[in-house]
Nanobody
Framework: QVQLVESGGGLAQAGGSLRLSCAAS??????????MGWFRQAPGKEREFVAT?????????DYADSVKGRFTISRDNAKNTVYLQMNSLKPDDTAVYYC???????????????WGQGTQVTVSS
């Protein structure tokens, strides 16, 4: 069974930084074959795309316009881990952040078959 576990969330001030990690594991899960994504969901809102990185080493990345230039997604296939470096945080970034995995890239939550439990990010003004 595939397990994705996020960590690194917390409280930050506007303009600050956080780095989220997502560790993947599973008996039949081969991390390097999967596209990994980060999504977020704020209270009362739909889950939205944040960033994705392709399955191959070197990683083709895609970002939502709202985070482009501020957030960086990366992966370490040797560690079965995907990261989201978040800089210049804004109060609008406050949300539960989820990592997800699928065979193909995409921006829709329905494109992803495996999800972590989420980690809370709160940005104060």
């Amino acid at each position: 069974q595939v397990q994705l576990v996020e960590s690194g969330g917390g409280l930050a001030q506007a303009g600050g930084s956080l780095r989220l990690s997502c560790a993947a594991s599973g008996r039949t899960f081969i991390f390097s074959r999967y596209v990994m994504g980060w999504f977020r969901q704020a209270p009362g809102k739909e889950r939205e795309f944040v960033a994705t990185i392709s399955s191959w080493s070197g990683g083709l990345t895609d970002y939502a316009d709202s985070v482009k230039g501020r957030f960086t997604i990366s992966r370490d296939n040797a560690k079965n881990t995907v990261y989201l470096q978040m800089n210049s945080l804004k109060p609008d970034d406050t949300a539960v952040y989820y990592c997800a995995a699928n065979y193909k890239n995409g921006r829709l939550p329905t494109d992803y078959g495996y999800w972590g439990q989420g980690t809370q990010v709160t940005v104060s003004s």
